[in-house]
């Protein structure tokens, strides 16, 4: 590896980069200069061209136009081996692991240490188990498959096979999206120790906190061109927003109008839920017009929980009633019948048909009432879900694209919608905002404060604390699937919700 | 700093044993065993035992080899009827042209490879479903198969091999029997475990064989660090077709004569035994030794069957179930892995 850019050296520039897709232009010149160990985070709406440009840079799209010039030396980066030869690494938005392959195997994959064509297992393990350590996270084993990995531990997987091509130049698409609050301590940890080794790192979030946290400079990118680049990464929030939406927008929580919650009438009542080995003993109530949100570590057993009341997991025993009736365990279309809504966390495996336009994913949910009410009804919920999608600023604004083929943050937005613009009686919301920007998070919001106030309860789970308590009435506290706490969330600070999430102490704020 | 998989670390054998694809076809290998044990005298002579081996050879090296090309997924249609074409190539060159056996044998090899590339270079080229492609390669190699012998022949067959230059020779490396005490066992099945045995070992220890796991498991991730997508599902195509002409061979030199008709519907029972092996439809997933087992039960279950004297009608009865039995064990088995997770 050479080593001839010192710490502070110009590593990478890229100028007037171009690449079209059909009917898209998504790069319309963007510029981007990194330096060595620097964090250089990428800025934008969801749709802005953050990922697109970064696979120009990973090789994996050929740009249409535009100058990359590494380590001072103008280069071509015709296929992914190229980037990688040059030294850049990418961890791709969407994850990009092999399921069926072991930990070591995906990491190494493409680049096995090998001895005439056979692989040194006993090597690739033990260097494998080495990052793992490195990571923070020893107790993975290596030879398991990826496939049965959490999210989160599929991430670092991720990360280790970026560490594992000892790169001048790590890319992270949105890397935090699956992480809990620890293991983005974890994560910023190790970009600490590699950027001090003057590797450089170029940082897509839309976490503005980390933003602050963990970077040097910002690159703004609008529609994809670059509007602002080589900011100061404390620039002020409203500043950066304006220039990523050209408009003035409200990024505090809206206000909570008078309290609509109808106490007298629980929708929603679980009592004493239990499935082995995920969570126990869980009971909590929603009452209409109510937002409780659940907190808690990733792994504590959240998802499970909403899973399991909507069906798509069958409780070992307790119950779920709405609205006065009892919902048959482990049977989803019961629960859909019911008035149960889930828009689920791995909107790739669980929730989208790629393949399938806007529209059609949108309307999914409303199969069952189309096929009863005739076609007039189809079309209701399409104006209906136009509507929403431009309220969320869906782009392109075509209810017809395929959905592959929408940046990660507006398949998000798909997913929610899908849910919005049906009539539930019990909303369940699996990290709604997970790769939203900014801008659209707001909207999304006041969206659920909307559908509150008309009477939805709503279960809402997010692994950003101030979330939670910013947009909830009542906060459940979850910890290795038990609940600790219920409070009202004007009770609760972050602080003491963060303190109950990690180490399980019961005070009370 | 919390522990992710605490609840995975502390696996034991047990549970990794029952995730692996294998797990499926290994039960019912052996209900198929104890359960004809029982009902058929002749099953477990040395002279059954042979039987039934020797009709699980053939089938399990065409079956290890298509399990490769599914885990790197991939179909072949085509697989067949390849057996009959590399037989009729090897055949019409030694009897008709007078060849020697070896060089008949070793263009037939030729041959082979060229449909297997062709087969691969269509697929990663045009982007379109294996499963049409070699639909179409099947087809044609059908036609070839009779058109030309019937050219050269005037009939649907070639015969004579016997008295063609180094048939002995080749006879002894493809077709000849070996002792077991003082039974005669077919040389393919020592042809067949080495095959099992060394797709095994390349899939589990060597770069190609996590190729063939990326490739299958998912083409754009595999692409995007670095691995030949391309070349890897090309020569899957070509080591398939190799293992047809491999079956040809055997064959031929054993049979001495061949039908221009051979082979045809012998594509699906390769599939259907990686399926009993543990290979998914969708790729990325299965086992070459799942794969060999699968065709040992096919093998145990045919002749079986014949010992204990009852309509072979029943086969195919008895394959579905083994077959359904099969997936849903290892399904089954998978879910309460997956079930671990988070
Ligand atoms: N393969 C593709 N085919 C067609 N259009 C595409 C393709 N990939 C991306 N686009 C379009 O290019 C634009 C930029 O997408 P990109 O994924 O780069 O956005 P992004 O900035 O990463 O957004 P997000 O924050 O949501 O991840 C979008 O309009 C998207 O729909
Ligand atoms: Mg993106």
Redesign the interface.
Known sequence: MSTETEPGDVLLTMSGIVKTFPGVRALDGVDLEVRAGEVHCLLGQNGAGKSTLIKVLAGAHQPDGGEIVWQGKPTTLGSPVAALRIGVATMYQELDLVDGLSVAENIFLGHEPNAFGFTRRGHMRAEARKLMRRLGHPEIPVGREVGLLSAAGQQLVSMARALAHDARLIVMDEPTAALAADEVDNLFRVVADLTAEGVAIVYISHRLEEIRRIGNRVTVIKDGRTVASNLDSHTPTAELVNLMSGRNVETVFPHREANTTDSSHEVLVVEGLTRASEFADVSFTVNAGEIVGIAGLVGAGRSEVLETVYGARKADSGTVVVDGKRLRPGNVPAAVAAGVGLAPEERKSQALLLDQSVANNVVLASLPEYSRAGFSDIRRELRDARATLERLDLRPADPRREVRTLSGGNQQKAVVARWLVRDCKVLLLDEPTRGVDVGARAELYRLIHELAASGVAVLLVSSEVPEVLGLSDRVLVMREGRLLTEAPASELTEAAVLDMVMEGSEVMA | ?????????Q?GLVSRLI?RPEIGALIGALAVFVFFSIVADKFLTAAGVATWLDDSATLGIMAVAVALLM?GGEFDLSAGVMTASTALVTAILAVEVGLNVWLALLLSLVFALGVGALNGWIVVRTGLPSFIVTLGTFLALQGLNLGITRLVTNSVQVSGMRSTDGYESAGFVFASTFQVGDTPFQISIVWWLGFAALAAWVLV???????T??V???A????????PVRRTKILLFMTTAAAGWLVGSINILRFTTVQANQGIGLEFQFIIAAVIGGCLLTG??GSAIGAAIGALIFGMARQGIVFANWNSDWFMLFLGIMLLGAVLVNNTFRRR??????
Do not use: C, H, Q
Not at chain 2, 205 to 211: A, E, P, Q, V
Not at chain 2, 337 to 342: G, N, P, W, Y
């Open positions: 700093m919390t522990t992710l998989d605490e609840r995975v670390a696996n995730v885990i220890r060597t770069k190609f064989g996590n190729w796991f990326a299958g498991g998912s754009p991730s595999a692409r995007a660090v670095g691995v990325g997933f892995a997956e079930r671990v997770r988070r």
